[in-house]
């Protein structure tokens, strides 16, 4: 498995050993990874699936 930065789907900036961060699958497509930032999620940013046009905060 090959390390890659994750990139907040909310505030765009990566995410680098952000202990308060998540990653999960999209619920729309299950395809695309979603990265949420600790701070995106303290202030319930919303998010974006690039591919499904999924959109929430949950
Ligand atoms: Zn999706």
Do not use: H, L, W
């Amino acid at each position: 498995m090959e390390e890659k930065a994750q990139k907040c789907v909310s505030m765009g900036r990566t995410v680098i050993n952000d202990k308060g961060s998540v990653t999960f699958n999209c619920p729309g497509c299950g395809n695309q990874k979603i990265t949420r930032s600790f701070k995106a999620r303290q202030i319930s940013a919303r998010y974006k699936c690039e591919e499904c046009s999924f959109e929430g905060p949950n």
